[in-house]
């Protein structure tokens, strides 16, 4: 008590408030109710008898917490997530590890840190989580945001050996479905916390959903026709070779510069010369095959399997991935593309993984070479204005395969691993066309006159 100054007693045996020697604030000193041992927090208070009404409500809050058995210990979020993080993450696939990590250290994180001003959880409140999302939709287009645009693109990939960003695709105003996997994301959270007494309820956690967003859940996906597909699958053939035959010139023995009337001809390097031809066979897969991306990406060789009672091909869909491992059958030219894929590969060995990079490790550059690809060809928007992307790949596959009539929706969702209420919610304009000779034919010829007349 040497160091204790204007001592004095709130509660007999259970609080008091003082000053330390070098402070003019008030601490206040809390009997742990069940243990033997103190708490010790700041007021922060100047004032006594503010400092002594701050003292009997922290006391009753912590009298509050032991009868309802929450946890004592005061959390930031970034503390919260840390400690439900190592309880979650060998339960995540590494794709998904890859998003969380991602997701927390570049927004819920900085957020709650720097914007909330690394306010303690249990003092959270809904309009927090409503100010989230006004500030997630704003942040790159805000001087934090921009900041870090700017500093990604001066990043170098040393075990590369090229200039890459991982923010170049980035969109600089966030869709409503990546909100809600944000939403979803911080739910996991907290409910965590709530599971371990750390708060005492659940806080409401809903992304705003924009206007006329409604009809828009349950609308068409953005696909690609039988005419724009014939477009791809064509253009992608010029695009591969591209530079290949093309020659630098020369002038007096030296390779020709940029200040010569003609500017010199650029081939292209063999690393990229890799990724367009890895590109290519990766884009006709996936419109072979409707498989999602993650599934595309964690696919090996040895995945390619015979169903030895009718020697079809299957591919064998890993439980890593979004709905777990299934057993899919593509289109037979799928297994033609893997083929003529296998034979160019540096590496086709049956552990190796299927669709690479030029030094053999899983690639993750498709969806930006394909936007590019799509914006030169004019097909990088729908009639909706809305963005294509890889996924459309797998939108496409589903369209065509129910366009023909092969197939029922409870097959095709089974084999594409998702629900038939979503096939439904998403392709029923399918169904609608292909039963039109029968949705026109109200009555058998002989009653249709007399019929017709009612309507």
């Known amino acids: 008590m040497t160091t204790y100054k204007n001592h004095h007693v709130v509660i007999p045996d259970q609080v008091i408030v003082y000053q330390r020697a070098k402070s003019s604030m008030y601490q206040a000193r809390l009997k742990h109710p069940t243990e033997n041992g103190y708490i010790v927090k700041s007021t922060k208070k100047k004032d006594l008898s503010d400092a ?50 991602g997701t927390a250290n570049r927004y819920l994180i900085p957020f709650f840190l720097n914007h909330l001003q690394n306010k303690k959880i249990t003092a959270l409140n809904d309009k927090d989580f409503d100010t989230y999302f006004k500030w997630r939709k704003n942040y790159w287009t805000s001087k934090d945001g921009q900041k870090q645009l700017e500093s990604q693109t001066k990043r170098t990939n040393n075990k590369g050996k090229y200039r890459h960003s991982k923010l170049g695709n980035i969109a600089k105003v966030p869709a409503y479905k990546t909100l809600q996997m944000e939403q979803s994301l911080l739910k996991q959270i907290f409910w965590f916390a709530h599971r371990r007494g750390i708060i005492d309820r659940n806080p409401y956690i809903k992304a705003p959903k924009p206007h006329g967003m409604k009809n828009m859940e349950k609308s068409r996906r953005p696909a690609f026709t039988e005419d724009e597909w014939r477009v791809i699958y064509t253009e992608l053939r010029s695009w591969v070779k591209e530079g290949i035959d093309l020659k630098q010139p020369r002038v007096r023995g030296k390779f020709a510069s940029d200040h010569l009337d003609q500017p010199p001809a650029k081939r292209v390097n063999r690393m990229h010369q890799h990724q367009r031809e890895m590109c290519r066979h990766y884009i006709l897969f996936m419109g072979q095959s409707g498989l999602r991306p993650n599934e595309a990406r964690q696919m090996r060789w040895r995945d390619i399997k015979t169903n030895p009672q009718n020697g079809l091909q299957y591919i064998y869909v890993r439980p890593t991935t979004k709905t777990g491992e299934r057993d899919t059958y593509p289109i037979q030219s799928a297994f033609n593309t893997l083929d003529r894929l296998r034979s160019i590969s540096r590496f086709a060995e049956p552990d190796d993984l299927v669709f690479v990079n030029y030094y053999g490790k899983v690639h993750t550059n498709f969806g930006k070479t394909f936007k590019s690809f799509l914006t030169d060809h004019n097909l990088l928007t729908d009639q909706l204005d809305r963005d294509r992307t890889i996924y459309s790949l797998r939108h496409m596959y589903a369209t065509f395969r129910l366009e023909r009539g092969d197939v029922s929706i409870e097959a095709l969702a089974q084999n594409m691993g998702t629900s038939p209420k979503m096939i439904y919610d998403h392709y029923r304009h399918i169904t609608t066309h292909r039963l039109s000779e029968q949705l026109v034919q109200i009555a058998p010829k002989e009653n249709k006159a007399e019929l017709d007349a009612l309507y």
Request: charged share 45%.
């Open 52 to 101: 002594i009404k701050t003292a009997i409500k922290m006391y009753g809050e912590l009298s509050y917490k032991i009868e309802r058995d929450i946890e004592i210990k005061e959390y930031s979020f970034r503390d919260l997530y840390r400690l439900w993080w190592e309880t979650e993450r060998e339960t995540k696939s590494e794709a998904r590890t890859k998003y969380i990590e």
